[in-house]
């Protein structure tokens, strides 16, 4: 029998960006690493997660125990692009990225919160 450590992790990554109505023109406006949640490790093992996405304006500092936002400005389940790959060479790794489309003046104001 042959016996192997496996190591795995997972991560999350967030890339916000406004597009213009009438040019189509894209624009980032901010990207960074997210924390990722007990209860989101939870989902990922039910096999039904990055259902939805959520912007709000609270302020509490994020905790693994968290189940929610503080104060949620606007969802969509409005999934514009899914797309999922590997590194097949070391270091190893598979990625899914997800982009989720606001309405229109939905997601505005001072965002300060994000979950999936």
């Avoid at 949620?72 to 389940?77: G, P, Q, R, Y």
């Amino acid at each position: 029998m042959i016996k192997a450590k496996l190591n795995a992790g997972v991560s999350g990554h967030f890339t916000f960006k406004t597009t213009n109505i009438k040019t189509g023109v894209e624009k980032v406006i901010a990207e960074f690493p997210n924390l990722i949640l007990n209860a989101g490790l939870e989902r990922m093992g039910s096999g039904t997660y990055l259902d939805f996405c959520r912007v709000g304006n609270g302020s509490s500092p994020p905790t693994v125990a968290q189940t929610q936002l503080d104060s949620v400005v606007a969802s969509t389940n409005t999934e514009q692009a899914n797309t999922i790959g590997a590194q097949t060479s070391a270091p190893y790794y598979g990625w899914r990225r997800k982009t989720f489309r606001f309405a229109a003046g939905s997601a505005t104001g001072n965002l300060s919160e994000v979950g999936v």
